[in-house]
């Protein structure tokens, strides 16, 4: 039976040959990168230069919530808490119907458990929640992680307006429906005569 082959470099007793070329090249390596610029990037001094679409911390624009829950629902952690209560708006024209409406009491996010999915911006019908590319807003408490409203509201201020449409496509939806001149009210209806 023949024996198995084993490297030289292995054999008990023999000279190692894969030391001196080994390190022969990581000499030349060194070398080589020792005269090229660092590429080390000075973060405190210098601010980071980020992707366009950096996802930093979630903003909110409270004017556009409506208590929907939709994205405390669909938040896989559970990081987003919400209360509200129900108001009577007045019926803006007579003999019009009262509505109600939510107004938004708390809505507060948990960084510390968010996972910066973006699912409740991706689901928020309103766009009320918006990507804010800050990132600077570590706390040495983690109860300090849980910003309210308030502080959501401030980050407002940090997100990028949105690109620009193309001049080729159609008017959105949106716009042409508040480019639309506003709805008179209805005539009243005339009375049947000799009816109550």
């Known amino acids: ?34 005269a090229r610029p660092s590429h080390t990037a000075e973060y405190p001094d210098v601010q980071p230069h980020l992707p366009p679409r950096s996802r930093g911390v979630i903003a909110l624009l409270e004017e556009n919530c409506t ?20 108001e009577t708006i007045p019926a803006p024209t007579p003999g019009g119907r009262e509505r109600q ?14 996972m910066y999915c973006g699912i409740c911006i991706e689901v928020c019908p309103f766009d ?15 109860r300090d992680l849980l910003h ?12 990028p307006p949105p690109p620009a449409l193309d001049p080729a496509a159609a008017e959105p939806a949106e716009v042409a429906a508040a480019n639309r001149p506003a709805r008179t009210a209805r005539p009243p209806r005339p009375t049947p005569e000799g009816g109550a």
């Open 1 to 34: 039976m023949t024996e198995p082959y084993v490297p030289a470099h292995h054999v008990p007793g023999s000279p190692t040959r894969g030391l001196l070329p080994g390190l022969v090249k990581g000499l030349a390596t060194t070398a080589r990168t020792l």
């Open 148 to 159: 309210e409203k308030d502080r959501l509201g401030q980050w407002m201020a940090t997100v």
């Open 101 to 114: 409406r939510n107004v938004l009491d708390r809505f507060a996010i948990d960084f510390s458990l968010c």
């Open 128 to 142: 009320a929640l918006h990507w804010s590319p800050e990132f600077e807003y570590s706390e040495l408490d983690i």
């Open 67 to 86: 208590s929907c829950m939709l994205c405390a629902r669909e938040c896989p952690d559970w990081c987003i808490y919400i209360d509200s209560h129900k």
